[in-house]
């Protein structure tokens, strides 16, 4: 039975996130009601190409509502029966695959590749860091054509403060303060390898080119600033709150040497606001043996 390991991008626009969701129908009483997720979508474009309706699809990170992907990782196992043609043998190729579950998908899902992997992959628990970016814009004007994947504020934001704010996070920690009070974990202690804040010019490429852009989409009055942190795990809404706090150190609110004494309260009232999921995408996914942040397939 071939396990197969896929690279996924998607704009989380118009999905309640990543995972599955099936809640209670407020209008059918003992019904429940789909909600569009990612999952759901490849889930389904999987079972359609393979004719294995009982497939499962496990996610590495549970983005949540309106957060994007360039590098977000799954797996499923196939079920090949060569008989009635159902499943997907590994003598196919993978190549294929991707073809045939990118004409299933809509066009804000792409499949950027796919490989064949051992019986013991598991997305989520052989996962050994992972990389987030968060888009902040800054200007008198706010941005139109790629609104949906930056979020836009008009302070003035000082990037050598954010990046001296940044280094403070650097290692393991308990980042209670920088998590949703009802996170659902039974601990807090994460490690962050890297965290630092790059900035682009309004007529130099942008360091972390995002899809969907359109033309003309910078104005000459903008900075453009990206959050980028990776660490072994993170919390709920954690990276958004470390942009959020990095973002009030910009504009002067927070200092950057309080960052260690904000970590060691374990205060959420201490750090700064849980930015919108507009600006948030999962850059890449790492498992044991693969050098960090490696990407493969289409380029975007």
């Not at 309004?202 to 942190?229: I, K, W, Y």
């Not at 660490?231 to 960052?259: C, D, Q, W």
């Amino acid at each position: 039975m071939p396990r197969y390991k896929l690279t996924i991008a998607y704009d989380g626009t118009d999905y309640c996130g990543w995972q599955k969701q099936e809640p209670p129908d407020p209008d059918n009483p003992g019904e429940r009601t789909t909600l569009p997720t990612v999952q759901g979508v490849v889930e389904e474009a999987a079972r359609d190409v393979l004719r294995e309706p009982g497939l499962v699809l496990t996610g590495a990170s549970r983005t949540d509502s309106g957060v994007h992907a360039l590098g977000q990782v799954a797996a499923f196992t196939s079920e090949p029966d060569a008989a009635t043609g159902v499943g997907w043998p590994a003598d196919r190729g993978t190549d294929r695959l991707i073809k045939a579950l990118n004409s299933k998908l809509p066009r804000d899902v792409l499949i950027r590749d796919a490989e064949l992997v051992d019986d013991s992959f598991e997305p989520i628990g052989g996962a050994t860091s992972k990389e987030y970016t968060y888009t902040i814009v800054s200007g008198e004007t706010r941005p139109l054509w790629d609104r949906r994947y930056v979020w836009h504020t008009w302070y003035e934001l000082d990037l050598t403060r954010m990046r001296e704010a940044a280094a403070h996070l650097v290692g393991e920690h308990d980042f209670a303060a920088f998590a949703q009070i009802n996170h659902g974990r039974k601990t807090t202690v994460r490690t962050i390898f890297a965290c630092d804040v790059e900035q682009a010019s309004p007529t130099s490429p942008h360091p972390n080119p995002l899809p969907h852009r359109g033309e003309g989409a910078r104005h000459a009055d903008e900075q453009r600033f990206v959050v980028r942190v990776s660490g072994s795990g993170f919390l709920y809404n954690m990276v958004r709150i470390v942009a959020g706090t990095l973002m009030e150190v910009g504009r002067g609110k927070i200092e950057p040497g309080s960052i260690p004494a904000i970590l060691a309260s374990k205060d959420r009232r201490r750090a700064g606001i849980t930015l919108p999921p507009t600006g948030l995408r999962l850059e890449w996914v790492r498992y044991a043996g693969e050098p960090r942040g490696a990407q493969t397939g289409t380029s975007l």
